[in-house]
């Protein structure tokens, strides 16, 4: 399968312009050039390549030299040409709008994968990659059957009574509460209490709950593609509901609008180790004389 770098970009989270600067500097990924156009394609399996560079990046902390290295001199987890074919079974099903053939992929897939596999490397890539290749009918059916298995596995965590509190969101308009979702899974483990309240949450509705919750932090998630002169206002509300506790953006929707993020007063993270990083920042601060 051949996929555009555009394709790519909103399968992996890495931005077109930093797929070709890479390509530029480390030969990395090595894309073909289709006839007539000249257009960079690429194959699924640079797509995984991709994948695995951007989580050695962001996870353990590799410069983007070592982790090419480390992923050009090291073959593919052993995991994954199973996990391949219960993606494809996964598109197959749901091409066909077979729901209970698709629940039946996503049982298999959770059997075999630890909650960190199976979430970041399964359900959310899965998500990313719904809008360019479902029509809507396709796209409403398996998203809908993956939040229900994220919420799922976010429900049947244990919840804490200690710990540093959070309250989760997409703000009004946004939609796509998979990777909230996901975010709550992870600092759930982490050992925080979560209080999600989901997708499309109105600004009324984020300054109730930081009355009544008194979060340590406040995490919004953009995940919807917004001009700045809509993206601005939105944030610019959020955080006057949500003042005086911090807030913490993230989301595809948000990493193209960091100045208007910084500038406004909020901070920004790709992870929940990053969230966990801000808010350490900002709970010595706070202790300092």
Known sequence: ?????????????????????????????????????????????????????????????????????????SPPPREQPEAERLVERFWASVVTLDGDEVT??????????????YCDRFLLPLLREMGVRLDIAREHLASALIRQRLRRVYDGLSSVS?????????????????????????????????????ADTPAMALQVACAQVRPDVVALSFVRSRSVEEFTPVLEEALRACAPFPVVVGGLGAREHLKAIFSLGAQYAESSEELVAIWNQVRNAQNRP
């Open 1 to 73: 399968m051949s996929l555009r770098i555009r394709t790519i970009a909103r399968m992996t989270g890495i931005r077109e312009a930093t797929l070709r600067a890479w390509e530029r500097r480390y030969g990395f990924p090595q894309p073909l050039r289709s006839e007539g156009n000249n257009y960079r394609v690429y194959s699924r399996d640079e797509v995984e390549a991709v994948r695995r560079v951007a989580r050695l990046i962001q996870e353990d902390g590799l410069s983007v030299s070592e982790a090419i290295a480390l992923v050009r001199a």
């Open 104 to 117: 039946r992929v996503l049982d298999d897939a959770q059997t075999v994968m630890d909650v960190e596999a």
């Open 162 to 198: 200690t710990g540093p509190r959070t309250l989760l969101a997409c703000p009004s308009g946004d939609h796509h509460e998979g990777g909230l979702l996901v975010l709550g899974i992870h600092l759930k483990r982490k050992g925080w209490r979560v209080t999600l309240l989901g």
